[in-house]
Structures are given as C-alpha cells and as structure tokens.
C-alpha cells in the first residue's frame, strides 16, 4: 500500500444503467479524469490496485469527435487509407468495400485474437485497459468517444477480460493481448466479474452495459499500442522503487549488524564521483545509521570494509539511476499515441508511423530488470556474510545452538536460487528479434517478455530482501551491546512485532512468508517514516 493509497470510501463506481450503444455513456463520478496527456505512473496504480474509478476528460472527448471526423471524411470521399478500408500488415495492399469495412474490424479482433499461456493478473488487466483508454483519449486514433467510454465503464464496474500472457513479439504493438481486451468490449470472449470467469456478452448485460459494434479504424485502433508491456512497466516501476528503498533500509541494518566503518559513505568520497543515485544512497544511509555508535568507529584497526558494504552507494546507486531513467521513459510512453495510422485532425492527415514498436520499452524493462537482479546480487552477499562466522563474527548461522540447529543456513540457499535464477531471467529479450507477417513488419521488439521477466525478477528480489531482513534482524540480536542508528532500530523493531528471534529451529518457510509481507506492504518503510526520518527528501 502506498501513501496515496485511497480508502473504499473514495472509490465511486459508476451505475448499472444500459446505454444504447449509439449514444453517449452517462458520465461518471469519477476519481481520475484522463485526457491523454497528463497520466501519471501512481495514478495508474491507483486504478490498477486500488480501482479508484476513472473518467474522460471534457476536451478529450472532443479531441476524439475531431478526429473521428476525419475518418468519416475519408470514407464518404471514397480514398484509401490504411486499416480504414485496406487489410492489415502484408494484406495492406488489399482494398475493402465500404460494405466491408465494420466487418473488416470485427474480423480483426476474431483472428488477432489468438494468445496462449496463463492469464494476467487482475492488477495488469486494469493497468492495460486504463493505458488504452488514455492513449484513445490522445486524439489521434479516430475512435468514437462511446468506444472508450465503454472501456472505462467496463474498468469501473470491474469487468476484467481474460487476458493470455503470451502471445505479443512487441512490434505492431501487443497485438495479441490487446485484442483479446477489445474482444470482451465486443462482447465476445470471456472476462472475470464478481468472482466469477463469465463469457464477456454475459457480464456486460449483468452490468447493464451494452458491447460495441465497432466501425471503420476502431478495431486497429484497440490493438495497435504498448499498452500490454506498458501495463507491466508502469507497475515494475512503482513496485521497484519501494523494494530499492526497502532493500537501502536493510542494507543499513546490514551495515550495523556487521559493524560496517561509515566512512564509506562520507559526503566527500560522493562529491567526487557525484552520480545522482550514489550520493542519494550514501544520504540515505548517514540518516539511517545517525545515532549509532558505528559513527564512533568501534574497529579503529580495520581501514574498509569489503564490497558489500563499503560499495553499497556504488551498486544500489546505479541500480536507482537505471530506475529513474525508466520512469521518465514510461511516463512519456504512456501519455503517447501508438497507434497506426495517426490522425492529424488539424490538417486532416492520415499518417503511417511506427508508434507502436515496442523497442522504447524492451530496452528499458530489460534494463529495469538487471537494476534489480543487481540489487538482489548484492542483497544476497550481505546474507552469505552475515550466516558465516568467518566473516561476520557472529555465531554460526545466526545460532547459539549450531549443530543441533541450522539457524539461517538454508535461507542463504533459497536466496542464492533466487539470485542465480534473476541472472538468466536477464538475459534481453530486447535484442532479439524475428520477422511476422510475411516479412512485412521485420523487426520486432519483444518487450512484452522483456516487461514480463522484469516482473519476474522483481518478485524474486521481494523474496531475497526479506531473507535479508530476517538475517539482519536476528544478526542485530547478538549486537544488543552497541546503540544502532535511529533507522535501524525502527526498522528492527517492526520486524520484532510480526517475527520473534530465533532460539531454536522452526518451520521457516513461514517465516519468510510474514518477511515476504512486510516487504512487500511497506511497513519497513512506514517504521522509518514514523520515527520521523525521511530518507526520500534527503539534503545532499
């Protein structure tokens, strides 16, 4: 949960009144208003975890009137123009009658329809119908406004279609998933609504809303976008900013637990390789660490530490500029037209672009998701350092009974698996490629597996991190001697309000289950808020 996080109280739903199809949906009171334009990443979580309800903008309904206009122009004026009353792809070639052309859409979805593999998740699901919609909203795709505001509709009264993970290589944009998303708001398919897996035509007349009969350039429309890998990112986004702050808390607590020098992180040593990340690190740590007596240099023998702790601005800090330069990626992304043809309603210009490859996002989730694999390696070291007497000084795998008990052995395994498994989970997906469609479209991006790894190794760098916090925490049981920096100590004592110390060998699997939690809902975070440290807004 973040801090924007709204209560059920907020969320207004819109009505279960029908509307015909051919007119205008009834507006709806809504939390987020989109135009195309102004999207934000944690606005998007809201509607994707939160399902805080969503409406369209005034001037974005009128931005869709106008180019929609155009599209009817063309037909009226008998010219050619791609996916309006051509075939798609290499069928571009083939010209369609004006009696075809809604077939022709129709036909669209049916065929393009075809993905395999487990479903997404509701939370992708949400994201991916939002990011349509706003990407409509723009006003460049020549769609009625009824066809996003039936979308949006569907959003509100969680209608959520049954989305197959795989399917799209990233090209003429998810193709795949996001006609399977345009097949429920025809009424075909199928959707979850109520708890329930329901055929789409079903759900709709449940929730009093009537499916789209889709005219001339709609179809090509819904599917020709980002908005499937897009979905993925925003979402990798949010959630890998949480775990880097969380994993910079633990590491602090790493740094006491082993009685790490703090000179490491001295603003100076910063100042003169002064990457953003890096000095926000070291930032973050000197506040969390403030008023331990590490600042006291309790080993005035040992001159450093090893890598793990005294580069842990240097390795945290790229990870974090890695992150960054994705987020304003992604934030541009999703307040952009990717569709194919653009519509100029200005000049009434019909253009063939390539919005819609995916090469802008497969480039920065493979990134995104190194960021965090690299975050876990290191996670995973400190982990090692703290279950080995050899380098910790502490007991024998964080046990005063070694022998008879294992202690934190086998969790160091569980994480080493984990980190080796993010390894080849980062092997990019966005350098491959391989040519669809006769050749026609030659180069593809594969973002969407590139977006769909991502996910994967930031759920395993969740998992490595509370196997940290466990360590660290238990670590921390035989430092009781030495006062811990502010930081610390709060983030100490949530752990030891869900996970008592360990005396003696349990099943601990739960454990890590309860840590998995606190990681994964902030409380770390919330401790370190509550004891009035700010670690985001940091005078560097």
């Not at 599917?223 to 910079?248: E, H, K, P, S, W």
């Not at 003169?272 to 506040?287: D, F, K, N, S």
């Not at 790894?453 to 759920?459: D, T, Y």
Request: aromatic share 4%; charged share 20%.
């Amino acid at each position: 949960m973040s801090d924007w996080a709204l209560s059920k109280e907020t969320m207004v739903r819109i009505g279960s009144s029908r509307s015909p199809e051919s007119t205008r949906l009834k507006p709806v009171s809504a939390h987020l208003l989109i135009d195309g334009e102004s999207l934000t990443l944690e606005q998007v979580e809201m509607v994707a975890r939160e399902r805080a309800a969503v409406g369209l903008a005034p001037g974005a309904v009128s931005k869709m009137q106008a180019s929609r206009r155009v599209v009817e122009r063309v037909l009226a004026g008998g010219e050619v123009a791609y996916g309006i009353n051509t075939g798609f792809g290499d069928l571009s070639r083939v010209r369609i009658s004006d009696q075809e052309v809604e077939q022709l859409q129709h036909n669209l979805i049916l065929s393009h329809s075809c993905g395999v593999g487990e479903p997404v998740n509701e939370e992708i699901v949400r994201a991916l119908m939002l990011l349509r919609a706003n990407a409509l909203a723009k006003g460049f795709s020549g769609v009625r406004p009824v066809v996003v505001e039936t979308l949006i509709a569907m959003l509100n009264q969680g209608i959520h279609p049954v989305i197959p993970s795989q399917g799209s290589v990233g090209a003429s944009g998810d193709l795949v998933p996001l006609a399977h998303m345009a097949l429920a708001l025809i009424g075909g398919g199928e959707v979850y609504y109520r708890g329930q897996r329901l055929p789409a035509s079903e759900a709709l007349a449940l929730a009093g809303l009537a499916p789209v009969k889709l005219q001339a350039k709609e179809g090509l429309a819904l599917i020709n976008g980002t908005q499937f890998m897009a979905a993925f990112a925003c979402l990798n986004v949010t959630d890998a900013q949480r775990l880097f702050l969380t994993a910079d808390v633990i590491a602090a607590m790493a740094v006491e637990a082993l009685e790490g020098l703090p000179s490491a992180f001295d603003p100076r040593v910063q100042a003169v390789r002064p990457h953003p990340g890096q000095v926000q690190v070291a930032a973050r740590l000197r506040q969390l660490l403030q008023g331990g007596e590490l600042a006291r240099g309790r080993h005035p023998a040992r001159v450093q530490d090893a890598y793990t702790l005294r580069c842990i601005p240097q390795v945290h800090g790229a990870s974090w500029d890695v992150l960054s330069w994705v987020r304003s990626l992604v934030e541009v992304e999703i307040n952009s037209a990717t569709d194919n043809p653009l519509i100029f309603a200005d000049d009434e210009a019909i253009i063939s672009g390539g919005n819609f490859h995916g090469q802008p996002l497969a480039l920065a989730t493979d990134a995104l998701a190194m960021a965090a694999a690299e975050m876990g390696s290191i996670a995973e070291r400190r982990v090692e350092r703290l279950v080995n007497p050899s380098l910790s000084g502490l007991p024998p795998f964080l046990t005063n009974h070694s022998g008879l008990n294992s202690g934190f052995m086998i969790p160091q395994y569980v994480a080493a698996a984990l980190a080796s498994e993010n390894k080849v989970l980062c092997s990019p997906s966005s350098v491959d490629s391989i040519p669809t469609s006769a050749n026609q479209e030659d180069h593809v991006s594969m973002g969407a597996f590139a977006a769909r790894k991502a996910r994967q190794v930031l759920n395993n760098l969740e998992r490595i991190l509370a196997i940290e916090l466990l360590c660290v925490a238990q670590a921390l049981e035989f430092r009781r001697a030495a006062q811990w920096g502010r930081g610390v100590e709060a983030a100490y004592q949530t752990v030891r309000q869900h996970i008592g110390p360990l005396e003696e060998d349990r099943l601990m699997y739960l454990e890590i289950e309860k840590a998995i939690e606190l990681v994964r809902n902030g409380s770390v975070l919330s401790a370190i808020r509550e004891a009035g440290i700010d670690i985001v807004n940091l005078p560097v």
